[in-house]
């Protein structure tokens, strides 16, 4: 197994533990995406005993994602829609998931508009309260006719 496969085989782990649990949607998803890197109908078995040994304690995902050395934007992007499958497969988004898909994107040194689509977008507070006082006002006086 090359390094390159083993940091994407380990930045998808986390992504499957990003929010403290690994759920079998998650790991299989995982494999699934991994024999698809690799091009093979199984994945490897060197590969998932990699998968098997991952320890999410001591994992540093922006480290990982650093020593990937992607330059090419549609690279960077491949492995943030990887990531984002792996933590849509159990159907629940967490901010968890979603900052773990941020961090490494920002290891990546993507512009955040080149993964919105993939993140949650929160809203500031200011932002709230300026979309409740526009909701909040009264409407125009009605006209003589």
Same mark, same amino acid.
Request: no cysteine; proline share 6%.
């Given at each position: ?9 380990? =930045? ?5 533990? /990003? @929010?403290?649990? *690994? &759920?079998?949607? +998650?790991? %299989?998803?995982? #494999? ?49 829609? =990887? ?5 849509? /497969? @159990?159907?629940? *988004? &967490?901010?968890? +998931?979603? %900052?773990?898909? #941020? ?43």
């Amino acid at each position: 197994m090359s390094m390159r496969n083993e940091l994407i085989a380990d =930045l998808l782990m986390g992504a499957a533990f /990003a @929010d403290n649990r *690994l &759920d079998g949607r +998650e790991y %299989a998803a995982v #494999k699934k995406l991994l024999a698809e890197v690799v091009d093979a109908e199984e994945l490897p078995a060197d590969m998932e005993a990699r998968l098997k040994a991952f320890n999410n304690k001591t994992f540093d995902p922006a480290g990982a994602a650093k020593s990937l050395m992607l330059t090419e934007d549609t690279e960077k992007r491949k492995l943030i829609e =990887l990531i984002a499958a792996v933590t849509e /497969a @159990d159907e629940v *988004l &967490d901010f968890d +998931e979603d %900052a773990y898909l #941020k961090q490494v994107a920002e290891a990546l040194e993507m512009p955040k508009e080149a993964y919105a689509d993939l993140s949650i977008e929160i809203l500031s507070v200011e932002n709230l309260q300026d979309a409740g006082s526009k909701l909040l006002e009264p409407p125009p006086p009605p006209t003589d006719k």
